[in-house]
């Protein structure tokens, strides 16, 4: 598996949580950092907003102060973690949307210029959301395939995981009450000898169930997706597609690939999908298509806080808010590799529990100390956070997010174009749907938009 972020992603992740930044000009050094004045609501004649700064997560903030410029930083910080957003010019002046995944109570902010300098703080309060008909679901329950349920460990190579010996693998899998290995059986249209029928045989013979995954390029997705299928031919009882960076822009491929896997594999055979956590970062990849009708029935994503830049808590946070659009049940996939600590790990064990996960697994064995090992098989308390919200999308939002949106609008009103721009006639749209359903007619997406949509049969797009 390429575990890594894309290195956009990654420094945007770096300056969220404020590491320097590197391009510093000759300008810059000699300008002072941004000084932040006061906080105000948009609008300002919100009810909430009468005794004090209190918004949700999804809303507009308005930053007056010096020295800012379109594109900056805009931290929001508390005791658990931080995200971050850009800063923004309305008519309203400087503004910036809470970010999704953001917890309750008081929350620091702080702006940043690209030479890694920091305004002073100031703080607000992030309350939860009014009640809406149909409560909030995190997409982290619901229907997900039992092979998915319990725990799991992925596996990258064989023989370096308790030296490819099954009887040690299957001992330490179920000291640490876990019912699944991943492990690799493709690349790309290729398939890896280390996944025969011997070896799945043998790890079901002793108690484990046996789910193969794949990286995908999208470079020939028939091969790739002959080699896929060639998992289940050797008994898996389940499959993984691993799409990432090389996956950005290519939804003929995905959509060639998901039609052809599954008319190999069968519609009912359970198939996941793990790639980035943040599906904000990454709008061209084809989340909609891997996780829409006839894809998969389970969404790994990959919630590597360290690699991210991120504490376990924020990095969940935004990724359940990320991610829950799209329905697919949440299973996620933590990491065990680049020393993560054990307290981490069961700091994660702790908020998924609360955010309602049916199952989680962790990248990966052959990196996984005896330490982390010990850790794993610890029962942990519950925690149950807030909600973190849903996307936020208006005008100018471009991506995966807005196409299924709009594949959504499109059910409701078919003159809708299925693409993944927001205009302004998109606003129009979502604002008829809106007034239709008994809503607040703002042109944006809240959770009860979201909700209300997302009970319609998405008339999906055709990228042949």
Known sequence: MKRRFSLLALLVAAVAVGLPGVLTSGAEAKTKAPVL???????ASLKACKSGVHLTVGQQLQLSG???KRGMRVSFRWSKGALATKLAITKTGWTARVPTGTTTGKIAVTVMDSAGRRSNKLSFTVIAPQ??????????TGDLPAVFAGNGMWIWYVNKSEGGDLAKIAAQAKAADMDTVYVKSADGGGT????TPALVAGLHALGLKVCGWQFVYGTNPTAEASAAAASQIAGADCFVIDAEGAYEGKYKSAQTYMT????AVGPDFPIGLTSFPYVSYHPKLPYSVFLGPGGAQANLPQDYWKDIGGTVDAVSAKTVADNRIYGTPIAPLGQTY??????????FRSIWAGYGAKGLSWWDWQETTSAQWASLQQPQPTVVPADP??????????????????EHLAAADPSVPV????????????????????LPATGETDAATWQALLTLAPVMADFS
């Open 66 to 68: 010096h020295g800012f």
């Open 37 to 43: 004045l006061k906080l105000r609501c948009v609008p």
């Open 131 to 140: 009640p809406v008909a149909k409560p909030a679901t995190t997409t982290a």
């Open 419 to 438: 693409d993944d721009q927001f205009t302004a006639a998109t606003t129009k749209s979502v604002m008829a749907f809106q007034t239709a359903r008994g």
């Open 338 to 347: 680049s020393g993560a600590s054990t307290s981490d790990l069961a700091r």
């Open 389 to 406: 919200g849903w996307p936020a999308l208006s005008k100018g939002n471009a991506g995966d997010q807005v196409l299924w949106l709009k």
């Open 192 to 195: 890896w000898s280390q996944f």
């Open 260 to 263: 052809a896997l599954r008319a």
